[in-house]
């Protein structure tokens, strides 16, 4: 009777040692679960933070994009401005160089003869009035 009475107490020990390994499983299970929504969160969270980031950078590289592009149409406008107000100016200075050239050879030419200076100075002397 006796090994029946120590029988029943280890197999109620062992069913009691069954519950309670039953409990920590769940318990154990119960906590995992929880981790894993945590860490599921915080995996959301993150990845919610690096998508912000990430068009945040973006955005902000398309803004200096535009920035730096406008600066530099601007630069390329001011310069071919300048570059046209400097072919200009040599085109007038050409121009006028010609000008002076011709000029110079025409009244060379024009006083090459003795005859054509006293009547150039002679028709001169008739537009003067004398007071």
Do not use: C, P, W, Y
């Not at 062992?14 to 299970?29: C, D, F, G, N």
């Not at 000008?99 to 008739?126: C, G, N």
């Amino acid at each position: 009777m006796q090994a029946i009475g120590e029988r029943e107490k280890s197999i109620e020990d062992a069913l009691t040692s069954a519950e309670k390994a039953k409990e920590e499983m769940a318990r154990l299970t119960n906590e995992n679960e929880q981790l894993l929504k945590a860490a599921r969160a915080e995996r959301d969270v993150i990845l919610k933070e690096a998508k912000e980031l990430k068009d945040q950078i973006v955005a902000d590289a398309k803004v200096l994009a535009q920035t730096e592009g406008a600066k530099l149409i601007e630069q390329a406008r001011k310069e071919i401005d300048d570059q046209k107000k400097r072919a200009i100016a040599e085109v007038k200075h050409q121009v006028s160089s010609l000008s002076l050239e011709i000029a110079r050879k025409v009244l060379q030419k024009e006083f090459e003869d003795q005859e054509k200076q006293e009547a150039l100075v002679a028709d001169l002397l008739k537009d003067v009035k004398l007071n």
